[in-house]
């Protein structure tokens, strides 16, 4: 059995004054992020939310970035056929 390597954030000391963050990873759609939460954007910016769940944008679509407001939703899609899903047109 090999050791398992450890990892640079295993290295970090844990401050016990704060506390862990649950992050939901989505496949098509948003991180959901336990808050209150500070948002450090690409610019150094720093965004903040103090409700108890946020949604940070992973498609880039949102006008809201980095807050998702669905856009995702409305990606390239396939569209139906007009008659729905079992229609003999």
Known sequence: MT???KSW?????????????RIVARRAGP???EGPVDVTL???T???SDRFCVALCTCRRSRTYPWCDTSHRRSDRPRQPEGGAGSDS
């Not at 954030?9 to 862990?20: G, I, K, N």
């Open 3 to 5: 050791p398992r390597r």
């Open 46 to 48: 720093i965004v903040s």
């Open 31 to 33: 991180l959901l992020v």
């Open 9 to 21: 954030w295993s290295f970090v000391p844990y401050d016990s004054d704060e506390r862990r963050r």
């Open 42 to 44: 690409e610019d150094g």
